[in-house]
């Protein structure tokens, strides 16, 4: 017997729920490519790109790719082959755009910040103050680490490399919380924002995206790694809708992706949005804090003001082999229809991961939290229940 016959529910810190419009709106014949109603939907969708982004000034640019693709983007783009870098870990995702950085022949020097909690703005201050010769070209952070669940303070980074008095360009992944959490683009002085579809755009995985500041934009297309596929200026400055893509457009992800943006700026709003997250990751932390009594569970992120707000990484000291995580998921999975986030990377075999991102409503956090809460009971592992703590937290945010 199983009780997961109805539609599954993925809690996963991406790809997320998508919602019915954005599926239906893919949901048709094969357009034109070359003119018409794609291309002026396109092109009418960059004003929308750089409200999400909350910049007037920088490019959008898309690519047929995932996250990782617009890493290399941004390499290819901004870097020849010994060029020196810096990246500041805090999980693994910081690191991986490193890696696939240096696989290009760029010299990135990784700075490892740990795994439970932010990177530190006075070691980056520091570390720019020692780079006397301005060797290093760009500075790389990521906004959220999906794997820690760690949050970092861009502007503070920010005013790091300020302080330093140093030129290097400051960019930026917001692949994870991109439309969930606030994100300031012009005013906090970020120069290259990388993002992708499936987590707080709602839309399938398969878009990449890159955005462009001026700073970012004049030192372009000067380095040897450039290709014709990773050139960013033709696809955003195309004499033709088809140098936009480097080809055929991915046609019906762009359907998606306009239905989405519909949905997230124009009807709820983005400020909206980034409440109705902030209140429901909330909620998913109150549950996990008395979740924690007991001892069988921890929060992976100790400073309570560096947790995000899309996904969670909950550590599992107290659960044994044989009722562990990944035991939990599976659980979870085949006899509730609830898919949850498994540790990855250092994480793996010891942490469990909860998404709260993208089209996301209170009873369907409450029902996860649920489904995780009567796993946990069905394995004996010991912990008080949370739920009536996450209620809470959703009820003083809608009383009248």
Not at 158 to 170: M, Q, T
Not at 266 to 290: D, M, Y
Not at 303 to 312: E, K, L, P, Q, Y
Not at 351 to 364: E, K, Q
Request: hydrophobic content about 45%.
């Amino acid at each position: 017997m199983s009780l997961s016959y109805g539609r599954e529910f993925l809690a996963i810190p991406g790809p997320s729920v998508m919602p019915d419009r954005v599926l239906n709106a893919m949901h048709r014949g094969a357009p034109s490519i070359y003119d018409g109603a794609l291309v002026d939907m396109v092109e009418g969708m960059t004003l929308d790109l750089q409200a999400v982004a909350r910049t007037t000034s920088a490019r959008p640019v898309i690519y047929i790719a995932n996250g990782h693709g617009a890493w290399e983007a941004t390499a290819a783009n901004l870097f020849s082959r010994g060029d020196k870098a810096l990246a500041m870990d805090n999980g693994r995702f910081a690191a991986g755009w490193a890696g696939m950085a240096q696989t290009m022949g760029v010299d990135v020097e990784i700075m490892d910040e740990g795994l439970r909690g932010p990177v530190s703005p006075q070691r980056l201050e520091d570390r720019l103050r020692a780079d006397k010769n301005h060797e290093i070209k760009a500075v790389m952070v990521v906004q959220v680490d999906t794997a820690s669940s760690a949050a970092n303070d861009i502007p503070a980074l920010r005013a790091a490399i300020d302080a330093a008095g140093h030129p290097a360009l400051f960019m930026v992944d917001c692949v994870a919380c991109l439309g969930s959490m606030p994100f300031e683009m012009d005013a906090w002085g970020v120069d290259v924002m990388v993002g992708g579809s499936q987590k707080g755009l709602m839309t399938p995985p398969g878009l990449g995206f890159v955005w462009v500041g001026d700073k970012a934009w004049a030192a372009s297309g000067k380095g040897d790694l450039n290709t014709n596929y990773w050139d960013w200026r033709p696809r955003a400055e195309p004499e033709m809708f088809y140098q936009r893509f480097c080809g055929t457009a991915p046609t019906h992800l762009l359907f998606g992706l306009r239905e989405a943006l519909t949905m997230l700026v124009h009807e709820e709003g983005l400020e909206a949005a980034w409440h109705r997250h902030a209140v429901l990751a909330k909620a998913v932390r109150a549950c996990i804090s008395v979740w924690s009594e007991a001892g069988a569970l921890e929060f992976n992120v100790q400073d309570a003001g560096a947790r995000s707000d899309v996904v969670t990484t909950v550590l599992t000291p107290g659960m044994t082999a044989d009722a562990g995580p990944d035991v939990l998921r599976k659980l979870c999975e085949t006899q509730m229809g609830v898919v949850l986030g498994m540790g990855i990377g250092q994480f793996s075999g010891r942490a469990f991961r909860i998404g709260h991102m993208g089209h996301l409503s209170a009873p369907m956090i409450l029902g996860v939290l649920g489904a995780a809460e009567a796993g946990f009971g069905a394995l004996g592992v010991p912990v008080r229940s949370g739920l009536e703590a996450a209620a809470k937290v959703v009820a003083d945010a809608i009383r009248p």
